[in-house]
């Protein structure tokens, strides 16, 4: 029987089964170190937020809106889990090219010139969108267990999760969230709902470039109830806004654009629970 464990103001906690799982949501990372140290928290000992992103991420320059501290888990009794947070997500992200810049720059070149002179002051090339292929992190407290991988084509049953069925708990976090210097949007959000016959999360990157990209990068898990695995799915849409006709009312959408823009690629994994 699911059942709510704990809430306070940042943190819910959940129980279904044999998982436990949390949803944590914090404020946005700040600009300068948190314990005020001009030059930064000491690489060894405990750091904090800012210090960590900057020491652990190659990037040049980070969303404007990062929640450091943000982060759905979920965990088995046999000490497997999988997480999702924004650190490992940015991870993700390529630091060593910028594979929109000529396509933005030919579009604004005209009509948008500080959009285009904020892609051409970029001093270390970088996907400044922050697209990421994160698909969440696994992770095992026990040393002797963890996720069997493999893939499968096996696919999740979408009709059974539309059948109506009384949801025990749900929630949703935005991990992090960027304006692209008012020029679009770009943001990786991520959802969960529980039900009696098991949990789906959705984790969700949403890109629009205005007058040039749209993009949805979307990991999509599935547990059945008595079951030993869990489906992950990633998919990847994308459509250049030159090739397409859509009214700005679904652009601004990533559930209507979602219905309309077919996909790149599909993968899905089966991840294996390891025996008790």
Known sequence: MAHLKNQRSQ??????????????????????????????????????SVCRYRHELK???????????????????????????????????????????????????????????????????????????????????????????EETSERIDYERLKQQEKIFFYDEAILYEDELADNGT????????????????????????????VRLFDTRIHHQAGTDFLLREYSTKEAKLSEISLPTSILTDPNQLNERLPATQVCTQKLVIPAT
């Open 186 to 213: 770009s943001v990786l959000s991520v959802k969960i709902r529980v039900m009696a016959s098991g949990f789906f999360i959705l984790l969700r990157f949403f890109l629009r470039v205005d007058g040039v990209v």
């Open 11 to 48: 943190t819910q906690e959940f129980e279904a089964g044999p998982w436990r799982i949390a949803m944590k949501k914090s404020h946005i990372l700040k600009s300068e170190c948190e314990k005020s140290l001009a030059a930064g928290c000491p690489s060894q000992g405990e750091m904090c």
């Open 59 to 149: 990037l040049p320059d980070l969303p404007e809106m990062v929640f450091p501290d943000s982060e759905l888990s979920l965990q088995h009794e046999t000490g497997v889990g999988i997480r999702f947070v924004a650190l490992d997500a940015l991870k993700c992200v390529d630091t060593r090219s910028d594979p929109l810049k000529v396509a933005v720059a030919k579009k604004w070149e005209s009509t948008r010139a500080e959009g285009l002179k904020m892609v051409k002051e970029v001093i270390k090339p970088f996907d400044w969108t922050f697209t990421t292929t994160y698909n969440g992190t696994l992770f095992s407290t026990n040393k002797d267990s963890s996720f069997k991988v």
